[in-house]
């Protein structure tokens, strides 16, 4: 499918900021593709610190029934340097993976590939979720210098849940605009 196509498709289904309307001027917007899909890791928008900064919170939804167990997720996100950049957290935690090892460098050091790792440590019980939406973990992202353009995506790459006790899909796109 065509990245216009899957960014249209983003872009009509969810603005998944808060209903607080924007600061007036130019901003850094955000538009994601909903809740997570019984089994799902996506992108989530999370808010807006700034005019040109962002949250985005990598969410699980939970199985339709029962329990889905995990010791981890590995996964890049891939997105355009020349308009939106990684700020790093100065530590990260997951609410649904407690005491997890979490990793979150920029591949090679550069802008344009983030790569993410939450792991259970050896030797402790795998993770279990039941239905609903997991909240794994936020990133932040900020506009790059003088840039502008109608839309910057971020997607999964090189996904994997590790252990899983079924498959877990890693879907959907996250978009920014700053105009």
């Known amino acids: 499918m065509a990245l216009g196509v899957v960014l249209a498709g983003v872009l009509v289904s969810c603005d998944g900021g808060d209903d607080t309307p924007p600061p007036p001027g130019v901003y850094l917007d955000c538009f994601d593709s909903g809740p997570p899909a019984a089994n799902t890791v996506v992108l989530r928008c999370g808010g807006a610190p700034s005019t040109t900064t962002s949250l985005v919170n990598v969410e699980l939804g939970g199985p339709s029934s029962g329990t889905t167990s995990f010791r981890g997720f590995v996964f890049d996100i891939v997105y355009e340097p020349a308009r939106v950049e990684f700020v790093p957290n100065a530590s990260y935690t997951s609410p649904a993976m ?33 239905p609903g939406s997991s909240f794994l973990l936020y990133l932040t992202f900020q506009r790059a210098p003088g840039a502008t353009f109608d839309t910057a995506a971020l997607q999964f790459e090189n996904t994997q849940a590790i252990g899983a006790s079924t498959s877990i899909d890693f879907t959907g796109t996250l978009v920014f605009s700053y105009e």
């Open 98 to 130: 407690p005491g997890a090892l979490i990793t979150v460098a920029l591949a090679g050091g550069q802008q344009g590939r983030l790569v993410v790792a939450l792991t259970r440590l050896g030797g402790e019980p795998d993770y279990e979720v039941g």
